[in-house]
């Protein structure tokens, strides 16, 4: 069965780092570019950063750029989002997910493909307060 599991998530304070890590089974994870999303309630889903499959490209939002880095231990089947210098708008629930083409914008986290070959963790809660 396909998991993608994350875990890392909690509340930090305005300027605090926060690891998350999206761990993967039931598919050959190395052969899937790997992204993470975020929603918030009233908002669409955002691609926050994507990696392509050996972790050679890494792409990020702008709203992130700088401060978010995306990475993956293909060995450890893992995917991570280390997050620093956070603020209170980066509070959001957030999506890991692999797809065997490429990582792209969707309407909603997390969404399904036509093809069913893509995979979405459950989502993952981020607070970020004073």
């Known amino acids: 069965q396909v998991q993608l599991v994350e875990s890392g998530g909690g509340l930090v304070q305005p300027g605090g780092s926060l690891t998350l890590s999206c761990a993967a089974s039931?598919?050959?994870?190395?052969?899937?570019?790997m992204g993470w999303y975020r929603q918030a309630p009233g908002k669409g889903c955002e691609l926050v950063a994507a990696i392509t499959s050996t972790g050679g490209s890494t792409n990020y939002a702008d709203s992130v750029k700088g401060r978010f880095t995306i990475s993956r231990d293909n060995a450890k089947n893992t995917v991570y989002l280390q997050m620093n210098s956070l603020k209170p708008e980066d509070t959001s629930v957030y999506y890991c997910?692999?797809?065997?083409?490429?990582?792209?914008?969707?309407?909603?986290?997390?969404?399904?493909?036509?093809?069913?070959?893509?995979?979405w963790g459950e989502g993952i809660l981020v607070t970020v307060s004073s």
């Open positions: 039931g598919f050959t994870f190395s052969n899937f570019a």
């Open positions: 997910h692999a797809d065997p083409f490429r990582i792209v914008a969707v309407p909603h986290c997390p969404y399904l493909d036509y093809y069913g070959m893509d995979y």
